[in-house]
């Protein structure tokens, strides 16, 4: 793989990198991605009736459902290469901003220490009215069980379509779109908003793009630097490149 020589000197000279990740990082730890023809979950599902708070009012059992057979897929999946790369660029530059649409959680298991979601970590419950998490909750042959503060439903702790994202972490994303000096966007489809505007954004301010993806985007006709290629394998030989042994 060629890495280009600008991307090189970008990442040593770098203060600080921002790292935006889609499900594409997760796809070599055996995930299944949205929008991949054939293997992606929106090409077997409709989103407008698994992924939205409409959808949960309708059959909140059968989302409960589909979301407890994708945490068990979570649960058994483990980091890849390109998560282990990403904890190595980490180690390497003065500051790293982790910012990810994914909810599987697999960026913290593989040890990179703050990593900012953008929509929610199905691992993680909460009531779907008061919008507190909630670790335990009574054995009940209910589906979904009720939270036990205030007797409402409780839901993955995901942000579905027409829900807007946590606060704080949409704000501290945007903030590092304005002080990075590299952006590299990783196994995304760009496509869904507001997150996608990130990478645009960090070029605004100044910061060098670079895409990673073995598929074009539309991020890939105005990314500086384009890298076609699965991340396990690019993420990999960017941190060796930059910084060999
Ligand atoms: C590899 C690889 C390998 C493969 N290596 N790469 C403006 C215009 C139009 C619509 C909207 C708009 N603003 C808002 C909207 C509505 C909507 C939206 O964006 N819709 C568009 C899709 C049309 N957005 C929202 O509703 C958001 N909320 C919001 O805007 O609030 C304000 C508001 C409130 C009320 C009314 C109106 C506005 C919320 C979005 C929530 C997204 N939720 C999901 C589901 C999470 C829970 C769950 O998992 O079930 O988040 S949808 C899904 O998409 C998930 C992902 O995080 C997200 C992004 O997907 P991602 O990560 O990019 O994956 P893919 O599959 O799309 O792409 C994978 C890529 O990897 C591909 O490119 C592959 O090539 C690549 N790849 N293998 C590297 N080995």
Redesign the pocket.
């Known amino acids: 793989m060629n890495i280009p020589e600008i991307l090189i000197q970008k990442l040593r000279a770098a203060r600080h990198v921002l790292a935006f990740t ?4 997760s ?2 730890s055996g995930l299944a ?4 023809p054939q293997t ?1 979950l929106w090409s077997k599902f409709l ?1 407008q009736e ?2 939205t708070p409409e959808a949960f009012q309708r059959r909140p059992d059968m989302i409960w459902a589909w ?1 407890a057979s994708r945490r068990q897929a979570v649960e058994r999946a483990e980091p890849n290469p ?1 998560h282990r790369a990403l904890v190595a660029l980490e180690n390497r530059v003065p500051r790293l901003t982790l910012v990810t ?3 599987d959680g697999l960026h913290q298991r593989a040890g990179n220490r703050r990593v900012i979601e953008l ?2 970590n ?1 691992t993680r419950t909460r009531c779907s009215e008061g919008a507190h998490r909630v670790e335990t909750w009574p054995a009940t042959e209910e589906v979904p069980p009720r939270c036990p503060v205030c007797g409402a439903r409780l839901r993955p702790d ?8 946590p606060l704080d972490a949409w704000e501290a994303a945007v903030a590092a779109t304005q002080d990075c000096d590299v952006c590299m966007a ?10 996608a505007l990130l990478p645009e954004l960090a070029q605004k301010s100044g910061a060098l793009l670079v895409e ?4 074009p ?1 539309p991020l890939s006709t105005h990314s500086d630097v384009t890298l076609a290629g ?3 394998e690019v993420l990999p030989a960017v941190v060796r490149v930059a910084w060999p042994a």
Request: proline share 6%; net charge negative; aromatic share 8%.
């Open positions: 889609g499900a594409g990082i796809a070599e991605t949205y929008r991949d992606g989103p698994l992924a979301y390109g649409q994914n909810v929509h929610g199905l995901v942000v579905w379509f027409g829900e807007t994202l990783i196994g995304t489809s760009a496509v869904v908003r507001p997150a990673i993806n073995p598929e985007t699965k991340a396990g």
